[in-house]
């Protein structure tokens, strides 16, 4: 079921942009993939994602669980901050960085509990290769490292060859064993 029409066209009525996004809040909340599935609506929430309140709380805490299986809503998301940060690039605002620091930190939470099951291993990479500016927290680039070596002593094939064009990324990464040609092999087979 898509979000009611009336909603977007009673956005001229609420004065209080709160007062909308609680509304969008409460119509993604239950909602499976909202990212993929309500792109609109998510981008409404997009500036709220910032805030401490225990309903985002909620919403984040629902979205990192979604992004552990689904490329789509990787992907929307993250094209969404794209986009308004192309609209402003005189200034990025303080709540993309605010987004970016979150996302760094959840997916420094998510390398950081081990083991991890190789289905969500997939949607780790898959964002992190695709987005490798999450890599300048060095937080999280050293659980990457430690994932990327525990993948080449262990291999794990993982098969990301169709999803990330970001393979690249660990062709020119610091540590030498990320670089490793075999670790490329691993992940295109």
């Known amino acids: 079921v898509p979000f009611p029409s ?24 239950d909602k499976p993939h909202m990212w993929c599935s309500y792109p609109k609506e998510m981008s409404e929430l997009l ?54 620091q979150q996302d760094q930190e959840r997916l420094t939470l998510c390398l950081s509990s081990f083991p991890i099951e190789p289905i969500h291993i997939t949607f780790i990479l898959f964002e992190i290769l695709n987005y490798p500016d999450l890599l300048e927290s060095e937080t999280l680039d050293e659980k990457f490292t430690q994932l990327i070596l525990h993948l080449l002593t262990t291999q794990l094939e993982i098969n990301l060859a169709d999803r990330v064009p970001g393979l690249y990324v660990l062709l020119v990464h610091h540590e030498a064993g990320v670089r490793s040609g075999y670790l490329v092999h691993i992940m295109i087979q």
């Open 6 to 29: 009336e909603y977007w066209d009673s956005l001229q009525i609420y004065k209080d942009r709160k007062e909308f996004c609680e509304l969008v809040l409460n119509f993604v909340i």
């Open 47 to 100: 500036f709220v994602l910032d805030k401490d309140h225990p309903s985002i709380f909620t919403l984040r805490s629902i979205m990192a669980t979604q992004f552990k299986t689904c490329f789509e809503c990787i992907y929307y998301y993250h094209k969404k901050k794209e986009e308004y940060e192309i609209q402003n690039p005189e200034n990025v605002p303080i709540f993309l960085q605010a987004l970016h």
